[in-house]
Nanobody, 120 residues
Framework: QVHLVESGGGSVQAGESLTLSCTAP????????MGWSRRAPGTARDMVAR???????SYADSVKGRFTISRDTAKNTVYLQMNRLKPDDTGVYYC??????????????WGQGTQVTVSS
């Protein structure tokens, strides 16, 4: 079992920035894809951004041009730089790691979530 550790959430005003980070601790052999999803109040969880092991990225249309995802493979860490935040960005942000291998054992893992609140 791997417990992803998230940090960086908080409360900000519209137009401000936040950076989320998520680390997979322990001896990790490989992580295929890392990313973030978001659950806004009263809605289902949606993909926000993801990044593959080769550095390919994809974003939800609502965050393109404002959010940037990156990863530090050596640290097994993924970051989400969120700029020009809007009230609609409010929600619980969940980190995930797909194809995370410790030796030959692989699986998919999710973080506990970190709250982001953007007020107008």
């Amino acid at each position: 079992q791997v417990h992803l550790v998230e940090s960086g959430g908080g409360s900000v005003q519209a137009g401000e920035s936040l950076t989320l980070s998520c680390t997979a601790p322990g001896r990790i052999s490989r992580i295929d894809t890392m990313g973030w999803s978001r659950r806004a109040p009263g809605t289902a969880r949606d993909m926000v951004a993801r990044i593959t092991s080769s550095g390919g990225t994809s974003y939800a249309d609502s965050v393109k041009g404002r959010f940037t995802i990156s990863r530090d493979t050596a640290k097994n860490t993924v970051y989400l730089q969120m700029n020009r935040l809007k009230p609609d960005d409010t929600g619980v942000y969940y980190c995930y790691a797909l194809g995370l291998y410790k030796g030959s054992t692989g699986g998919n893992y999710w973080g506990q979530g970190t709250q982001v609140t953007v007020s107008s």
